[in-house]
């Protein structure tokens, strides 16, 4: 790919920050035309001048090394505090083309991209000795290498091509892309912690930038006429060689007129009115314009920002406090820029589009009566920044209490309440949920919601505790007026002691006919207790089952019918009780017999 020439080869070096300063345009680098004071160590020390042509270049981030050519090939070491020459290789026979090379630090190894006559080979050299230390055959054809340490993989350029291929440690394709058809002549790779570089020649020499999925995020130009061989960096400093004639080593920077810029466009989404974009030199804080659009009835609340080099959006994972760049299906909330908030690094290539939040004016409170039996509450209509006070609550649901009312908002179908590990309540996606949150009648909030509705439901809770197997009726909490003890399972035989103690809600209990136990202090202290319901008298009636209790009336329900056994006053006298019921019995008992005859 390089063409020989009878001048000397001079190490060109791009101090510019391409990484953080490539923009958007196809221009953006010039020839600053100074000289660094290298032309008598590149003569009398290098001896530049011996060879026709320079190939790959890499650096180990203290020196630089270049592979020269004439009739073979011969590795320059430079010192890049200095630029002077530290050491030089014998003549390589074995190197090919010699057309790109890289470092890899954790091996300490040079490597080149042979890229003819053997076009799949990488050949390992000490940076030291200079010696071979390993030859690597690929299972595809390379003109470029590149390694990033961090991620301990390898970029290669693949030859005839724009494609290149990601490979692994061990030299396997990893993953191969199409690339750009740029029109350029292809010449060597380089890579950083974001971005994969190529170098390419014609026209004014250019800089191909790809990202790491392989999508294409633009094209920089160098701003010199003479051929572009490779490209390496330090840091954020990146250097290259170009074909050049003459004994000087020049720098190339950027032009004042040309330096860096990305665009902040508005865009209105469903919203009116027209803002120009705003140009931001990067690294340079300037604010964004103030909102001019409008949406009735509502507030601006901030930008969403989107950029187009990779049609991300800026906004915080499941659970995350760090905002990041990411895919609109893994954002969970986006971070928001205020208006006329400052920017300064939002993007590093193309542009971004601001797109205005809303948040709605007045937003709705409805109840939702969810598993109750009865009652109804009025809907209500809040400012997002005023305060709402939940009113008492309007639902029954008999053998129940109520504890609260849980939250739910239409706007993102989120659940207010509590993450797993959490103690701070907030809005959450159904399957995040492990506890709601329970409002009270009396508390207050505000700002639930940005649009849409906020749904309040009340939370009831069983009244009852029953023993394990539901046989034995342990507390009764509720404040029904009238109590019919569920049998949950049939089993309900047992009123344990101090079941109904001091609860003085109630008028009426209803008992249920499998029930043959009622123990000492069952029903004590039950102030408003008017009447006890059996369908039969337990036959392990204690003495003191029902006391305390304003003299209630103890009833036997039968075929529809009440009659009344006897009143109990103070401690109750089961005797006459029984003595009742027996009678009861009997009279019912005759009154079948005369029936049936």
Request: net charge negative; proline share 3%; glycine share 8%.
């Amino acid at each position: 790919m390089k063409k020989i020439i009878s001048a000397v080869m001079c190490a060109v070096i791009i101090a510019a920050m391409i990484a953080v300063c490539i923009p958007a345009a196809a221009t953006g680098f010039y020839d600053t035309a100074e000289l660094l004071e290298l032309k008598e160590h590149i003569e009398d020390d290098a001896g530049m001048n011996e060879y026709a042509t320079v190939q790959g270049a890499c650096t180990d981030g203290t020196y630089a090394y270049f592979a020269v050519q004439q009739s073979t090939t011969v590795i320059l070491k430079y010192d890049m505090r200095t630029w002077k020459l530290k050491s030089k290789s014998d003549a390589i026979n074995y190197l090919g083309h010699a057309n790109d090379m890289t470092y890899n630090a954790k091996r300490k190894w040079i490597l080149v991209a042979n890229n003819g006559p053997e076009y799949n080979v990488l050949t390992a050299i000490d940076p030291v000795t200079f010696k071979k230390v390993a030859t690597i055959k690929l299972k595809i054809n390379v003109y470029s290498v590149a390694y990033n340490p961090d991620k301990d993989i390898y970029i290669v350029g693949i030859s005839g091509s724009y494609k290149f291929a990601v490979l692994n440690s061990s030299f396997k394709v990893v993953k191969t892309y199409k690339g750009k058809d740029t029109g350029y002549t292809r010449q060597g790779g380089d890579c950083d912690d974001n971005y994969i570089y190529f170098s390419q020649s014609g026209g004014d020499n250019v800089v191909a930038v790809y990202d790491y999925n392989g999508k294409y995020v633009d094209m920089v130009s160098i701003g010199h006429t003479h051929e572009v061989e490779n490209l390496f960096h330090v840091g954020g400093s990146f250097y290259t060689t170009l074909h050049y004639y003459g004994n000087s080593v020049q720098r190339i920077g950027l032009s004042d007129d040309t330096q860096i810029r990305y665009t902040v466009n508005y865009d209105p989404g469903d919203s009116f009115g027209e803002m120009k974009p705003t140009s931001v030199h990067y690294g340079e804080s300037v604010p964004l314009r103030a909102n001019s659009f409008w949406k009735t009835g509502y507030f601006f609340g901030g930008w969403r920002a989107s950029r187009s080099m990779d049609g991300k959006y800026l906004g915080f994972r499941k659970f995350s406090k760090v905002s990041e760049w990411l895919d609109k299906k893994d954002v969970y909330e986006y971070d928001m820029y205020a208006d006329r908030d400052l920017v300064a690094e939002t993007v590093k290539f193309g542009s971004v589009t601001m797109t205005p939040f809303w948040i709605r004016e007045t937003y709705e409170v409805q109840y939702d009566p969810g598993d109750s039996d009865s009652g109804w509450m009025p809907r209500a209509s809040v400012g997002y920044y005023n305060s709402y006070e939940i009113p008492e609550n309007g639902f029954e649901k008999p053998g129940y209490i109520f504890v609260g009312f849980t939250a739910y908002r239409d706007y993102d179908d989120k659940y207010y309440g509590y993450r797993k590990n959490s103690k701070e309540a907030e809005w959450l996606e159904k399957e995040d949920l492990i506890k709601e949150y329970e409002f009270k009648p009396g508390e207050q909030f505000s700002a639930m919601t940005y649009d849409g509705t906020v749904y309040l439901t009340p939370i009831f809770r069983f009244a009852y505790t029953f023993s394990d197997d539901k046989s034995t009726l342990l507390e009764y909490i509720g404040f029904d007026e009238v109590v019919n003890i569920p049998n949950l399972n049939g089993n309900l035989n047992t009123i344990a002691s101090g079941a109904f103690k001091e609860n003085h809600n109630f008028t009426e209990l209803h008992i249920p006919e499998t029930v043959e136990r009622m123990e000492s202090g069952a029903v004590s202290d039950c102030g408003r207790l008017e009447r006890v319901y059996f369908y039969h008298l337990p036959a392990h009636f204690a003495l003191d089952s029902i006391e305390k209790c304003n003299s209630p009336a103890v009833c036997i329900e039968k075929d529809n019918q009440t009659f009344l056994l006897g009143y109990a006053a103070g401690s109750i006298d089961a005797q006459v009780i029984r003595l009742s019921a027996a009678a009861l019995r009997a009279s019912m008992t005759a009154d079948q017999q005369q029936n049936q005859e």
